[in-house]
C-alpha cells in the first residue's frame, strides 16, 4: 500500500500511514498531535509488552521501536521525506511499568537524503523512559 504524500499533511492522514504497517498497529499507536515543530505519539499498556516479569517492565525493544517511529513521523510531519531508518541511538532511563506511553519528537535536521530527529519516550506524568536520535534516509 503506498500513501498519498499529501496526506502525510493532516493529523489523520499520518495517522493513517503510521497503521500501514501491522506491527504499528497491534502497538496500539495513536498519534495525539503533529506539527512542523514535532509530533506525540501515545501507545497504550498491554500485558503482552512485559519482558521482565519480576518488574513488570515493558520489553526495551518497543522503547526503541518508538523511538524510531516518533523520529520518522516527525521528519513526515516536517515536511521531510523518510523511507528508511539508517542509524539510531536509544538510551534507556527506567523501566516502563503499567501505563499509557508517549513519545515526543522533534526534527532536528530536515535534508534532502538524510534527516535526524530526537525522541524523549515518556510516562504520561512525564518521567522519562528513553531518549534516542534517528537519521532518516529519503531515498
Request: avoid cysteine; glycine fraction near 12%; aromatic fraction near 4%.
Amino acid at each position: 500500500m503506498t500513501v498519498d504524500r499529501s496526506a502525510l499533511t493532516t493529523l489523520d492522514g499520518l495517522q493513517a500511514a503510521l497503521h500501514i504497517a501491522p506491527f504499528h498497529r497491534w502497538l496500539g499507536l495513536e498519534l495525539l498531535s503533529a506539527s512542523h515543530g514535532g509530533i506525540v505519539i501515545a501507545m497504550p499498556w498491554r500485558d503482552e509488552l512485559v519482558s521482565n516479569p519480576a518488574l513488570g517492565a515493558a520489553h526495551g525493544g518497543v522503547l526503541a521501536s518508538l523511538v524510531d517511529l516518533g523520529g520518522l513521523y516527525a521528519v513526515l510531519a516536517a515536511g521531510g521525506l523518510a523511507q528508511a531508518t539508517a542509524d539510531l541511538r536509544v538510551d534507556y532511563h527506567r523501566p516502563a511499568l503499567a501505563g499509557r506511553i508517549l513519545a515526543r519528537s522533534r526534527v532536528v535536521k530536515l535534508g534532502k537524503r538524510l534527516s535526524v530527529a530526537d525522541t524523549l519516550v515518556e510516562t504520561e506524568a512525564g518521567d522519562l523512559l528513553a531518549s534516542g536520535r534517528g537519521a532518516y534516509l529519503s531515498a
